[in-house]
Structure formats: structure tokens, C-alpha cells
């Protein structure tokens, strides 16, 4: 049955869930530009930015193990509606409560969290449901395409998000994002139509934390996952700087407003763009392996470039061709955890590389933010772009996960080595 849905009308069902997933993006990421863009022109605060990040990620962190487990154990579907409908109900509750207190910075690190506290049971469940409806072939051009769409909205979003700060609240705001949420749960509740993956279909005779220690053993059992989890982690940890004090950089380094940080915010995304459409349209290099250490190279040259460049045009240009990198790298990889995990342990697979990055991102944090406000940004960008570039290289050295990079031409899973 899953094979016949995957062969008849899947178009239709792909594009329902990714229509559902890019509506609520849209107020997303109106709310999280928002966030970080008060507090870092109000406070210019390393320290504060870190804290806000961190009530952004600890709550995933905690809940990932849980969430991988849920999105192996029961129906995707439901997981992914029931926390955009938490997320909603709560941004919407503090948005009424900003309006009734003077207070401006703690509702925002309570929404942060809330939302870290949704991501973290929406995310595992969201990448495992698209292998269910998307036949394997198609992998790559799907996740390209999607994140191209993402992009497009990326850029659409921080000139909207700019623009409603200048004339408008933040509960406002806000509120968009409730409003987003709507349209976004219908759509998965009565057009996305995708029966339950095997394990979530049978009973459930294991505990969570026995389901929680097979997923662990699936992985050690599996050298490249071993390796790719290990890969990750040192990413995650290396890209925190340019990921989250560029715009702290701006502020300091090129005075600058709302408006400077919505050219990076653009320059990132429209580079996305462009780099997503490179990928839907060429698709890689076969071994997906080496598509992902080429663009991670770039990505580790551009990252020193941030630290070095003294002309906010030339700044704005690097940022672009981070962006350009970022689905070149992104899309290979994903496409290896789809394509060789088995279906029924993709969740808890996804769960563990959410936990990865909202982990590692917020202790590259605890490091690098506080070390902002007593050494330049850009003496960690350019130290961290060297061992990004690094990184990339040891990715190709590695024997088990450029055998991974091999594509296979039907749905299967990794046999154990």
C-alpha cells in the first residue's frame, strides 16, 4: 500500500504537506526576526542574545530523545498538528499578556522557549513523514525544492518583519503567527492523507526507553551513522558564531540598523534560493558524500571571510554565497538519513540529530556568545571558518560515510556492519 501511494498521487500529497509546512514557516520566522532583532539593536548584549538562543533550543534538547520515539510510535500526522496547535495557542496567551505588562524582554524568552518546547516534537516527526510519501528517486528533488520554496519565503519574511516593526507592536506580531498557524493545520488535517508507517501501525510492545535504547544500538551498529552524528556535532558547534552574533557583528562593526540586518537576512536567503534551484535542477554529484564536503569547504572559506572583510557590500556578497552553500550541503545529507535508515526507526534517527544541534549550537553559545563582549567577532569567524574547512575535508577521509554517499536505487535500509 505505502509503495502505491508513493507511486500514485504523491505529487499532490507532497505538495500539501510542504504548502502546510511553508504557511506556518511564514510566521515563524516574522516572529523569530522579530526576537532577535529587538534585542539585539535594545541591548546589544552577547550575553543576552546567548540567553534568548538558549531558551530557544534547551527545550528541544530535552524533549528530542521523547519526540524521536513518539514519531516512531504514533501517527506523524498528528504529532506534527498537535504541537503547531500548542505553539499557536501559546503565542497567541503571551501576546495578550505583553499587551497587559510594561516588561519586554522575558515574554520573549518564554515564547522562545515555547516554541524550542514544539520544534522539538514537530521536527523529528516532519523529515520521517516526508521518505513515507515521496518515492525514493525523488528524494534529493523534493528536499531541494522545499528548501528553495523556504528560502524564497526567507526572504520575503525579514522585509516583512522589518517593515512591521517600524509601525507596529511586537504582540502584534506575533499574532501573525497565530494567524499562519491556521490555515497550516487544516491542511494537514483534511488533505494529507498518509497511512501510519509499520511500527506506529502495530501494537506497541516496547517501553519508550527500551524504543529510546534500540534506536541507540541501530546506530552503533551502523559505522556511518556513527561517523555522521559525530560529523554534526563538531558542525553544529563550529557554525554558532556565523549563525547567530552576524548580526551582533553588524550592529558593531557597521553601525547597524533594522535595515542592515534585513540585507544579510536577504543576501543569506536569496544565496539559498539559488543554491536550492542548483540542487533541484543538477542534484549533486553522485556520492552525495562529496557534494557535501565541496559546498562545506566553501562554507568554512566564507565563514572567515565574515571576519575578515572591512566593506559591509563585500560582507553582504560572502553572506550570498553562505547561503548558496547551505542546500548544496543540506539536501545530500538529509537525503542519506531518508533514503538508507529504515523507515521505522526514522524518527528516533531524527530525534538524536535534533538533539545534536540543540545541544552543540547552544554550547558553541555558552562559548562564543560571553566571548563576544570581551574579543571581536571576527577572530572567531575567521578561526572557526578554518575548522569548518577542515571538517569537510576529513568528511571525504572517511570510508564508511562515502560508501553511505552511494545512492541506491530502491527504498532500503542499511544492513549492519
Not at 551513522?225 to 558564531?241: E, G, Q
Request: net charge neutral.
Amino acid at each position: 500500500m505505502l509503495t502505491g501511494l508513493r507511486q500514485r498521487g504523491w505529487r499532490e500529497q507532497v505538495a500539501v504537506f510542504l504548502g502546510s509546512q511553508n504557511i506556518s514557516l511564514f510566521g515563524t520566522s516574522l516572529v523569530q526576526y522579530a526576537i532577535l532583532w529587538y534585542i539585539t539593536l535594545e541591548t546589544q548584549s552577547g550575553v543576552l542574545i546567548t540567553l534568548s538562543i538558549i531558551c530557544g533550543f534547551l527545550p528541544t534538547f530535552l524533549l528530542s530523545p521523547f519526540a524521536g520515539v513518539w514519531a516512531d510510535r504514533y501517527n506523524r500526522k498528528r504529532l506534527i498538528i498537535i504541537s503547531d496547535f500548542l505553539v499557536a495557542v501559546s503565542t497567541l496567551v503571551l501576546a495578550l499578556l505583553m499587551r497587559m505588562t510594561s516588561a519586554t524582554l522575558w515574554p520573549l524568552f518564554v515564547l522562545s522557549a515555547v516554541r524550542s518546547f514544539g520544534q522539538g516534537i514537530q521536527m523529528p516527526a516532519v523529515n520521517a513523514l516526508l521518505p513515507q510519501i515521496v518515492p525514493v528517486e525523488k528524494l534529493t528533488r523534493v528536499n531541494a525544492i522545499n528548501g528553495t520554496v523556504q528560502s524564497v519565503i526567507m526572504i520575503v519574511s525579514p522585509l516583512a518583519s522589518a517593515a512591521l516593526m517600524s509601525f507596529t507592536t511586537l504582540s502584534n506580531i506575533f499574532l501573525i503567527d497565530v494567524v499562519t498557524a491556521i490555515p497550516a493545520i487544516l491542511l494537514l488535517q483534511f488533505f494529507l492523507n498518509v497511512p501510519l508507517h509499520k511500527k506506529a501501525a502495530g501494537e506497541q510492545t516496547s517501553g519508550y526507553l527500551e524504543d529510546m535504547r534500540s534506536g541507540l544500538h541501530y546506530v552503533r551498529h551502523h559505522r556511518f551513522l556513527v561517523y555522521f552524528f559525530i560529523f554534526y556535532a563538531f558542525l553544529f558547534f563550529l557554525i554558532s558564531p556565523s549563525a547567530f552574533l552576524s548580526p551582533l557583528q553588524v550592529t558593531r562593526s557597521f553601525s547597524g540598523t533594522v535595515w542592515h540586518l534585513t540585507a544579510i537576512e536577504l543576501a543569506f536567503f536569496i544565496g539559498m534560493t539559488l543554491g536550492g534551484i542548483l540542487m533541484a535542477s543538477w542534484g549533486g554529484f553522485r556520492n552525495r558524500v562529496h557534494t557535501m564536503a565541496l559546498s562545506g569547504f566553501i562554507l568554512g572559506l566564507c565563514t572567515s571571510g565574515l571576519g575578515l572583510v572591512p566593506i559591509f557590500w563585500i560582507y553582504l556578497g560572502i553572506m550570498g554565497l553562505i547561503g548558496f552553500a547551505i542546500p548544496i550541503f543540506n539536501t545530500p545529507s538529509l537525503v542519506i538519513l531518508q533514503e538508507k535508515v529504515d523507515e521505522n526507526y526514522l524518527g528516533r534517527l531524527f530525534g538524536l540529530f535534533t538533539m545534536l544541534s540543540s545541544s552543540m549550537m547552544p554550547l558553541g553559545l555558552l562559548i562564543f556568545g560571553p566571548m563576544a563582549d570581551l574579543m571581536p567577532i571576527e577572530w572567531m569567524l575567521i578561526a572557526t571558518g578554518v575548522l569548518l574547512s577542515l571538517l569537510s575535508l576529513w568528511l571525504v577521509k572517511t570510508r564508511a560515510l562515502v560508501e553511505a554517499g552511494e545512492p541506491i536505487d530502491e527504498p532500503s535500509a542499511v544492513t549492519p556492519e
